[in-house]
């Protein structure tokens, strides 16, 4: 077995693992260490660091919370439909557009309830 034939996959490992090694290396040797008490601190999605774990977050954290996950992985399908445009032809694209109807329409009710709202 000739082992040139893996060279390019060991290259591309290689690089893979120096991009994402080189960069927090550099950040780590290279950057500011000034700790204080802030930075220290637990950071707990936007809220002040409780002494109970058990208390209950507030309900519009969760709501928010999938509101974006719904949004995000529904835009998330028009990359594939953006680059097949050609093949799937005016079938395809009136698709998406009843698609983004309804998705727009969702947006606006959640907007007029104010679910998108951070008091």
Known sequence: MNLDQYLPILLFILVGIAVGVVPQAIGYFL???RPDAEKNSPYECGFEAFEDARMKFDVRYYLVAILFILFD???A???PWA???K?????GFVAVAMFLAILVVGFVY???KGALDWE
Do not use: H
């Open 83 to 85: 680059v097949a445009l």
């Open 77 to 79: 399908f028009l990359f």
């Open 87 to 91: 093949e799937v032809g005016l079938a």
């Open 73 to 75: 992985l529904e835009i």
């Open 110 to 112: 959640e907007w007029k």
């Open 31 to 33: 950057g500011p260490n």
